[in-house]
């Protein structure tokens, strides 16, 4: 999903490290778990109880974990050294939200996202929309390899054609995020998908196979589950649907060249391009495109809609708050939370909080079963408490590699958990980087998609399923397998 500079991840033998980090303090079980629980409560209780943005929350608990290191003798440059090297992790995030939000803005005013919505009123059956939602954002996850682009494109148009049919915002994010995080998941372009391979040394299409066997299930579900709640097309307001398309028709935005921006996605993804590339070429040539649609618009006009983001002025409020987004600005609050957030797991580390707790897991746990319902558990915990969901990965598997082994398992099993119960839990997380981004591409808050957002729901608890009853959890008994399997 983001860009991650997986070389600079360089653990060494028995030791747990997030990127670069060494810890310089080693609290005792207790001391970590008390101080985990305190950052967790806080940040919990002002988000969901205080409803307060999740930058203030995150930053009060840096000044927590400040006081506690400097209660522990822990010299002031360490704290601050583990802060700004937790952030470094994210400076690839960072890079792909500001192209994001030009992405967003470019696709705008060449006419992509209104003429996606367009035709997309041309093809959703009404009664299967919410099915529909989660094949489209799914197919669209596979080939783009991006959760937050697919949302951020496909699932903004989606959520335009959902509530010009008057139909639920919620379920309509819960069937887009679900999608997005599917297709996310199965992708061989994915930074997640390939991470969680790299992490534990499993090929990366050995990985996806093994996958399978729980994401095609949990996919199965999702889409039988949106079949049913799709409304019936008596309950839909066609003549809603149909006002809004000839509104779009209006604004001159609606050309068939438009789409061309979608279908060089397509390709720059299947050559494998890197993703900050495919994004760049894909926004000049939108940019280009946009003096097709409008060739009156400045140079200076340009920019501030870059910036700012595109403002529709056509006077019809449902298309004016369906096309008004986008832009560099419009990504800042996001940004802020992924410096933030990766500030405060970088401080964890530093502090040996997060390794000690990883480390006496591990050392407890002596069956197979618990093995996984544990290891599922510390990648939600970490997401809960970080919000970022490479630190889920990282963190935990680094942590467990010790224990597969010990027990015999193929580390296969151990990725598949970790994009289980990793991957896709940090859209569900309201203070976590994805969780904020899709609240705030498709303008529905966490906690209102979250019950719909079946199929992040359902992964981790068919992973933790299978550990309990052993089915397609592989052994390995030679050395020769094991050295195979890498």
């Known amino acids: 999903?983001?860009?991650?500079?997986?070389?600079?991840?360089?653990?060494?033998?028995?030791?747990?490290?997030?990127?670069?980090?060494?810890?310089?303090?080693?609290?005792?079980?207790?001391?970590?778990?008390?101080?985990?629980?305190?950052?967790?409560?806080?940040?919990?209780?002002s988000i969901i109880w205080i409803e307060a943005v999740p930058h203030i929350p995150i930053i009060l608990s840096l000044f927590l974990l400040m006081a506690y290191g400097l209660g522990r003798k822990v010299n002031y440059k360490e704290i601050e050294q583990g802060m700004i090297l937790g952030a470094q992790g994210g400076l690839g995030a960072i890079l792909l939200f500001f192209f994001i939000g030009l992405l967003v803005s470019s696709w705008l005013i060449s006419g992509t996202i209104p003429t996606l919505m367009h035709y997309g009123?041309?093809?959703?059956?009404?009664?299967?929309?919410?099915?529909?939602?989660?094949?489209?954002?799914?197919?669209?996850?596979?080939v783009i390899g991006s959760s937050l682009t697919t949302a951020a494109t496909i699932g903004v148009a989606l959520i335009g054609i959902g509530e010009a049919m008057g139909l639920s915002l919620s379920i309509t994010a819960g069937a887009i995020v679900s999608g997005a995080f599917f297709g996310d998941k199965m992708s061989p372009l994915s930074d997640t998908t390939n991470l969680a391979s790299s992490i534990v040394k499993v090929d990366l299409f050995t990985h996806i196979r093994n996958m399978a066997w729980t994401t095609v299930p949990a996919f199965i579900i999702t889409l039988i589950v949106f079949g049913l709640l799709s409304p019936e097309t008596s309950e839909v307001n066609l003549m809603q649907l149909r006002s809004l398309q000839e509104g779009l028709k209006e604004t001159g935005l609606i050309h068939?060249?438009?789409?061309?921006?979608?279908?060089?996605?397509?390709?720059?993804?299947?050559?494998?391009?890197?993703?900050?590339?495919?994004?760049?070429?894909?926004?000049?040539?939108?940019i280009?495109?946009?003096?097709?649609?409008?060739?009156?618009?400045?140079?200076?006009e340009l920019f501030q809609v870059l910036f700012a983001g595109y403002e529709s002025k056509t006077g019809v409020e449902a298309i004016d708050s369906l096309l008004t987004r986008g832009g560099v600005n419009s990504m800042m609050f996001t940004?802020?939370?992924?410096?933030?957030?990766?500030?405060?797991g970088g401080l964890l580390f530093k502090l040996g909080i997060i390794p000690v707790l990883l480390a006496k897991v591990s050392s407890i746990i002596q069956s197979g079963r618990r093995t996984i319902l544990t290891t599922a558990l510390s990648a939600i915990g970490i997401n809960l408490v970080v919000g970022e969901q490479y630190l889920s990965i990282l963190l935990t598997g680094e942590a467990f590699q010790?224990?597969?082994?010990?027990?015999?398992?193929?580390?296969?099993?151990?990725?598949?958990?970790?994009?289980?119960?990793?991957?896709?839990?940090?859209?569900?997380?309201p203070w976590s980087v994805c969780g904020i981004f899709l609240t705030d591409v498709l303008g529905v808050a966490t906690l209102d998609y979250l019950p719909f957002a079946i199929?992040?729901?359902?992964?981790?608890?068919?992973?933790?399923l299978y550990g309990f009853t052993g089915w397609t959890i592989e052994k390995v008994d030679t050395e020769s397998d094991q050295l195979a399997s890498n």
């Open 288 to 300: 280009g495109l946009s003096f097709l649609v409008d060739g009156s618009r400045t140079l200076n």
């Open 335 to 344: 940004i802020s939370l992924v410096f933030l957030s990766l500030s405060l």
């Open 1 to 45: 999903m983001f860009i991650l500079p997986i070389q600079s991840f360089q653990p060494r033998e028995g030791s747990v490290t997030m990127l670069n980090i060494q810890s310089v303090n080693k609290p005792s079980v207790i001391e970590a778990s008390a101080i985990l629980i305190a950052v967790l409560g806080m940040i919990s209780v």
């Open 256 to 286: 068939w060249y438009s789409l061309i921006p979608v279908f060089l996605l397509v390709v720059l993804i299947l050559f494998k391009i890197p993703a900050l590339l495919t994004l760049a070429i894909n926004i000049a040539v939108s």
């Open 121 to 142: 009123f041309e093809f959703v059956t009404p009664a299967y929309f919410y099915a529909i939602a989660f094949l489209l954002t799914s197919l669209s996850g596979i």
């Open 455 to 464: 199929f992040c729901l359902l992964s981790p608890v068919l992973t933790i």
């Open 402 to 429: 010790s224990q597969y082994k010990k027990l015999g398992m193929h580390p296969k099993n151990l990725s598949r958990t970790l994009e289980d119960a990793g991957t896709v839990i940090n859209p569900l997380v």
